[in-house]
T-cell receptor, first 111, second 113 residues
Framework: KQEVTQIPAALSVPEGENLVLNCSFT??????LQWFRQDPGKGLTSLLL?????REQTSGRLNASLDKSSGRSTLYIAASQPGDSATYLC??????????FGKGTHLIIQP | NAGVTQTPKFQVLKTGQSMTLQCAQD?????MYWYRQDPGMGLRLIYY???????DKGEVPNGYNVSRLNKREFSLRLESAAPSQTSVYFC????????????FGPGTRLLVL
Protein backbone atom coordinates (compact mmCIF):
# COMPACT_ATOMS: atom_id res chain seq x y z
CA LYS A 1 0.00 0.00 0.00
CA GLN A 2 1.30 3.42 -0.95
CA GLU A 3 2.31 5.61 2.00
CA VAL A 4 2.91 9.33 1.47
CA THR A 5 4.77 11.56 3.91
CA GLN A 6 5.00 15.33 3.66
CA ILE A 7 7.59 17.35 5.53
CA PRO A 8 7.29 19.78 7.17
CA ALA A 9 3.74 19.45 8.47
CA ALA A 10 3.61 23.21 8.99
CA LEU A 11 5.73 26.15 7.96
CA SER A 12 5.54 29.88 8.68
CA VAL A 13 7.91 32.26 6.90
CA PRO A 14 8.09 35.95 6.03
CA GLU A 15 7.04 37.12 2.62
CA GLY A 16 9.67 36.96 -0.12
CA GLU A 17 11.41 33.77 0.95
CA ASN A 18 11.99 30.83 -1.36
CA LEU A 19 10.50 27.61 0.00
CA VAL A 20 10.89 23.89 -0.47
CA LEU A 21 8.14 21.46 0.47
CA ASN A 22 9.03 17.78 0.57
CA CYS A 23 7.05 14.67 -0.29
CA SER A 24 8.17 11.06 -0.04
CA PHE A 25 6.31 7.93 -1.09
CA THR A 26 6.98 4.24 -0.52
CA UNK A 27 5.90 2.66 -3.83
CA UNK A 28 7.86 3.97 -6.81
CA UNK A 29 5.55 2.25 -9.32
CA UNK A 30 3.63 5.44 -10.04
CA UNK A 31 2.34 6.91 -13.28
CA UNK A 32 2.40 10.52 -12.16
CA LEU A 33 2.45 12.81 -9.15
CA GLN A 34 0.23 15.81 -8.54
CA TRP A 35 0.67 18.76 -6.24
CA PHE A 36 -2.51 20.44 -5.01
CA ARG A 37 -3.33 23.52 -3.05
CA GLN A 38 -6.22 23.61 -0.57
CA ASP A 39 -7.53 26.82 0.98
CA PRO A 40 -9.45 26.59 4.29
CA GLY A 41 -12.95 25.23 3.77
CA LYS A 42 -12.40 24.82 0.04
CA GLY A 43 -11.74 22.09 -2.47
CA LEU A 44 -8.42 21.15 -4.00
CA THR A 45 -6.82 23.04 -6.85
CA SER A 46 -4.30 21.21 -9.00
CA LEU A 47 -1.00 23.09 -9.23
CA LEU A 48 1.28 20.76 -11.15
CA LEU A 49 1.18 17.28 -12.62
CA UNK A 50 4.47 15.49 -13.26
CA UNK A 51 4.39 12.40 -15.42
CA UNK A 52 6.52 9.46 -14.30
CA UNK A 53 8.85 10.00 -17.26
CA UNK A 54 9.47 13.64 -16.33
CA ARG A 55 11.96 15.05 -13.84
CA GLU A 56 10.30 18.39 -13.23
CA GLN A 57 7.43 20.69 -14.12
CA THR A 58 7.14 24.45 -13.79
CA SER A 59 4.24 26.87 -13.53
CA GLY A 60 5.03 30.50 -12.77
CA ARG A 61 6.75 30.69 -9.39
CA LEU A 62 6.22 26.99 -8.74
CA ASN A 63 8.59 24.21 -9.69
CA ALA A 64 8.03 20.56 -8.83
CA SER A 65 10.62 17.84 -9.21
CA LEU A 66 10.22 14.09 -9.17
CA ASP A 67 12.77 11.41 -8.38
CA LYS A 68 10.68 8.32 -8.90
CA SER A 69 13.37 5.78 -8.09
CA SER A 70 14.03 7.27 -4.66
CA GLY A 71 10.35 8.00 -3.99
CA ARG A 72 10.70 11.75 -3.59
CA SER A 73 9.18 14.94 -4.91
CA THR A 74 9.76 18.55 -3.97
CA LEU A 75 7.68 21.66 -4.57
CA TYR A 76 9.72 24.82 -4.81
CA ILE A 77 7.94 28.17 -4.33
CA ALA A 78 9.92 31.21 -5.36
CA ALA A 79 9.48 34.66 -3.85
CA SER A 80 6.61 33.63 -1.58
CA GLN A 81 3.59 35.92 -1.15
CA PRO A 82 0.83 36.07 1.50
CA GLY A 83 -1.58 34.72 -1.13
CA ASP A 84 0.46 31.50 -1.18
CA SER A 85 -0.79 30.70 2.32
CA ALA A 86 -2.66 27.39 2.09
CA THR A 87 -2.23 23.68 2.64
CA TYR A 88 -0.18 21.93 -0.05
CA LEU A 89 -0.90 18.29 -0.79
CA CYS A 90 1.21 15.76 -2.64
CA UNK A 91 -0.50 12.84 -4.39
CA UNK A 92 1.26 10.11 -6.35
CA UNK A 93 -0.96 8.31 -8.85
CA UNK A 94 -0.64 4.53 -9.21
CA UNK A 95 -3.25 4.00 -11.87
CA UNK A 96 -6.89 4.54 -12.76
CA UNK A 97 -7.95 3.87 -9.17
CA UNK A 98 -7.30 7.36 -7.89
CA UNK A 99 -4.61 9.16 -5.97
CA UNK A 100 -2.96 8.56 -2.61
CA PHE A 101 -2.59 11.74 -0.61
CA GLY A 102 -0.16 12.94 1.99
CA LYS A 103 -1.46 14.83 5.01
CA GLY A 104 -0.17 18.08 3.61
CA THR A 105 2.06 20.99 4.56
CA HIS A 106 0.22 23.92 6.14
CA LEU A 107 1.98 27.04 4.88
CA ILE A 108 1.65 30.55 6.28
CA ILE A 109 3.37 33.47 4.58
CA GLN A 110 3.66 36.44 6.90
CA PRO A 111 3.22 39.88 5.27
CA ASN B 1 -17.76 26.01 -17.17
CA ALA B 2 -18.89 25.01 -13.68
CA GLY B 3 -16.37 22.14 -13.51
CA VAL B 4 -17.24 19.73 -10.71
CA THR B 5 -20.27 20.61 -8.59
CA GLN B 6 -21.45 18.97 -5.38
CA THR B 7 -24.68 19.18 -3.44
CA PRO B 8 -25.41 19.78 -0.66
CA LYS B 9 -22.62 21.97 0.72
CA PHE B 10 -23.42 21.06 4.30
CA GLN B 11 -25.66 18.45 5.95
CA VAL B 12 -26.46 17.33 9.48
CA LEU B 13 -27.79 13.81 9.96
CA LYS B 14 -28.81 11.74 12.92
CA THR B 15 -27.31 8.29 13.37
CA GLY B 16 -29.20 5.78 11.21
CA GLN B 17 -30.53 8.29 8.70
CA SER B 18 -29.73 7.93 5.02
CA MET B 19 -28.73 10.46 2.43
CA THR B 20 -27.24 10.81 -1.03
CA LEU B 21 -24.44 13.16 -1.96
CA GLN B 22 -24.63 14.38 -5.51
CA CYS B 23 -21.75 15.13 -7.86
CA ALA B 24 -21.82 16.33 -11.46
CA GLN B 25 -19.15 17.39 -13.92
CA ASP B 26 -19.52 19.25 -17.19
CA UNK B 27 -16.07 18.53 -18.63
CA UNK B 28 -17.04 15.33 -20.49
CA UNK B 29 -14.73 13.36 -18.20
CA UNK B 30 -14.80 9.59 -18.21
CA UNK B 31 -13.60 8.90 -14.66
CA MET B 32 -15.08 10.09 -11.38
CA TYR B 33 -14.03 9.63 -7.76
CA TRP B 34 -15.29 10.06 -4.22
CA TYR B 35 -12.86 10.89 -1.40
CA ARG B 36 -13.30 11.71 2.24
CA GLN B 37 -11.05 14.05 4.19
CA ASP B 38 -10.62 13.72 7.94
CA PRO B 39 -8.32 15.72 10.23
CA GLY B 40 -4.96 14.04 10.57
CA MET B 41 -5.83 11.38 7.95
CA GLY B 42 -5.55 13.15 4.64
CA LEU B 43 -7.87 12.33 1.75
CA ARG B 44 -8.86 8.70 1.25
CA LEU B 45 -10.57 7.16 -1.75
CA ILE B 46 -14.04 5.71 -1.10
CA TYR B 47 -15.19 4.61 -4.56
CA TYR B 48 -14.34 5.40 -8.13
CA UNK B 49 -15.85 4.97 -11.57
CA UNK B 50 -13.30 4.55 -14.33
CA UNK B 51 -15.98 4.92 -16.99
CA UNK B 52 -19.74 5.14 -17.32
CA UNK B 53 -21.31 1.89 -16.17
CA UNK B 54 -18.45 0.78 -13.92
CA UNK B 55 -17.72 1.35 -10.25
CA ASP B 56 -14.99 0.01 -7.98
CA LYS B 57 -14.12 0.14 -4.31
CA GLY B 58 -11.37 2.33 -3.01
CA GLU B 59 -9.55 2.29 0.30
CA VAL B 60 -12.54 2.94 2.61
CA PRO B 61 -15.80 1.72 0.95
CA ASN B 62 -17.59 0.26 3.98
CA GLY B 63 -20.88 1.98 4.75
CA TYR B 64 -21.20 3.59 1.33
CA ASN B 65 -22.74 2.82 -2.04
CA VAL B 66 -22.31 4.64 -5.32
CA SER B 67 -24.17 5.05 -8.59
CA ARG B 68 -22.74 6.28 -11.86
CA LEU B 69 -26.04 7.62 -13.14
CA ASN B 70 -24.65 8.73 -16.50
CA LYS B 71 -21.38 10.16 -17.77
CA ARG B 72 -21.90 13.45 -15.89
CA GLU B 73 -23.18 12.27 -12.53
CA PHE B 74 -21.74 10.11 -9.74
CA SER B 75 -23.63 9.87 -6.45
CA LEU B 76 -22.56 8.59 -3.05
CA ARG B 77 -25.14 7.09 -0.70
CA LEU B 78 -24.99 6.54 3.03
CA GLU B 79 -27.69 3.98 3.84
CA SER B 80 -27.43 4.22 7.64
CA ALA B 81 -25.21 7.07 8.73
CA ALA B 82 -22.80 6.63 11.64
CA PRO B 83 -20.83 9.26 13.60
CA SER B 84 -17.64 7.80 12.08
CA GLN B 85 -18.86 9.08 8.71
CA THR B 86 -18.63 12.66 9.87
CA SER B 87 -16.21 14.10 7.34
CA VAL B 88 -15.76 16.34 4.34
CA TYR B 89 -16.55 14.53 1.10
CA PHE B 90 -14.93 15.49 -2.18
CA CYS B 91 -15.87 14.42 -5.67
CA UNK B 92 -13.27 14.53 -8.45
CA UNK B 93 -13.11 13.73 -12.13
CA UNK B 94 -10.64 13.39 -14.96
CA UNK B 95 -10.59 12.32 -18.59
CA UNK B 96 -9.50 8.85 -17.61
CA UNK B 97 -6.22 7.13 -18.05
CA UNK B 98 -3.30 7.30 -15.68
CA UNK B 99 -1.75 10.50 -17.01
CA UNK B 100 -4.57 12.88 -16.35
CA UNK B 101 -5.04 15.67 -13.82
CA UNK B 102 -7.89 15.22 -11.36
CA UNK B 103 -10.29 18.12 -10.84
CA PHE B 104 -12.05 18.48 -7.51
CA GLY B 105 -15.42 19.82 -6.42
CA PRO B 106 -15.86 22.20 -3.47
CA GLY B 107 -16.81 19.45 -1.03
CA THR B 108 -19.76 18.46 1.15
CA ARG B 109 -19.35 18.85 4.89
CA LEU B 110 -21.31 16.11 6.70
CA LEU B 111 -21.97 15.94 10.42
CA VAL B 112 -23.55 12.79 11.86
CA LEU B 113 -24.87 13.16 15.39
Amino acid sequence: KQEVTQIPAALSVPEGENLVLNCSFTDSAIYNLQWFRQDPGKGLTSLLLIQSSQREQTSGRLNASLDKSSGRSTLYIAASQPGDSATYLCAPGGGADGLTFGKGTHLIIQP
Amino acid sequence: NAGVTQTPKFQVLKTGQSMTLQCAQDMNHNSMYWYRQDPGMGLRLIYYSASEGTTDKGEVPNGYNVSRLNKREFSLRLESAAPSQTSVYFCASNRGGVQETQYFGPGTRLLVL
